[in-house]
């Protein structure tokens, strides 16, 4: 029986630039972050209220996930923002919309109210595209 | 372009500053009087507003802002008293005693606790590492990452 998801794996096209993303703009809390050789690192963080649930950012880079050709490949598709990773929740829609847009965070949607909640979707420094949402 | 606006979009962006002046200037004496003036706000309904957004009163947030700043401050090795007037506290034991009913273990516990988590990090990084995405990675085929840096 399948308990949890513990991992998720998010492909960013610059790490540190993710970590600012994701721990300054977002807020979210640096899990785990291990050297793994020169210019390598497992990098994770977590929303501040899910600390059990790590999101890897993981670099597209030449190796043995991807070949050059692929690695380019998959760089441009993340960058036109061809890659949705999930929906994040938030307890007042309206203010988190606020200041994650005082704090330079491009939305794709603004804040809507649909028949499921109120719903926007914002995009992160690479250009992966997360639904943020506020249930009824 | 137009302005996406939204109900009471006024409400929130008064609200949203009084939230990030406080991330940025938690370590400084803050009185909530102050903010909930500069909002322009009676103190009773910036509370309750504030309270509705984020879920805490300003004071509850605030103390939670430092707590949370400790935590990281005490994950780099900094010691309980620099810790403690850094955040903002004046006094080591009700910094100390708030750390400990909120947290469950003292600040000197929590460093020393962190401070062996972060020493396991570096000397055996795979530990941390779900084998599926170091093979992937290519990370298993080498025995030290010590090594890796010299």
New interface residues.
């Given amino acids: 029986m399948i308990n949890k998801l ?2 998720v ?1 998010v492909f960013v096209l610059d790490q540190d630039s993710a970590f600012n993303f994701y721990v300054n703009k977002l807020g979210f809390r640096v899990h ?7 210019g ?1 690192r ?1 990098l994770t963080v977590c929303p501040p209220h899910q600390p059990e649930l790590e999101i ?1 950012l993981m670099p597209i880079a030449e ?3 991807f070949t050059k050709e692929s690695a380019e490949q998959m760089r441009t598709l993340v960058r036109q923002g061809t890659f949705g990773f999930g929906v994040f929740e938030c ?2 829609i ?2 988190t919309y ?2 994650l847009k ?1 704090k330079g965070v491009e939305f794709k949607k ?2 809507k109210k649909e028949f499921y909640g109120i719903e926007a979707l914002f995009k992160d420094d690479s250009g992966n595209w997360f639904s943020l949402g506020q249930k009824p | 372009m137009v302005e ?1 606006v ?4 006024y409400l ?2 008064r ?2 500053q009084a ?2 002046y406080m991330d940025q200037h938690y370590m400084e004496p803050i009185d909530l009087n102050n903010i909930a003036d500069e909002a322009l706000f009676s103190k009773f309904h910036f509370i309750r507003l504030f309270k ?4 805490k009163t300003p004071h509850q947030y605030l103390t939670a802002v430092r707590l949370e700043k400790a935590k990281l401050l005490l994950q780099t090795g900094a010691s309980v008293i620099e810790v403690c007037f850094s955040i903002g506290f004046e006094s080591i034991s009700s910094f100390t005693g708030l750390f400990k009913t909120t947290l469950g273990v003292t600040p000197s516990a929590y460093r020393l606790q962190q401070t062996r988590i972060l020493e396991e ?2 000397a055996v ?1 795979l530990k ?3 084998n599926c ?1 170091a ?5 298993t085929k ?1 025995s030290n ?1 010590q090594e ?2 010299i």
């Avoid at chain 1, 785990?32 to 020169?38: S, V």
């Avoid at chain 2, 509705?52 to 879920?55: A, C, F, H, Q, R």
């Fill in positions: 513990s991992h794996s785990t972050d291990a050297p793994m050789g020169p390598t497992w890897s190796g043995m996930m307890a007042d309206y203010a606020e200041e005082s603004e804040p | 996406f939204y109900p009471k979009v929130y962006r609200i949203v939230k990030l509705k957004s984020y879920g990090v570096q990084p941390f590492v779900p995405f093979e992937a990675k290519g990370w080498k990452f890796a840096h």
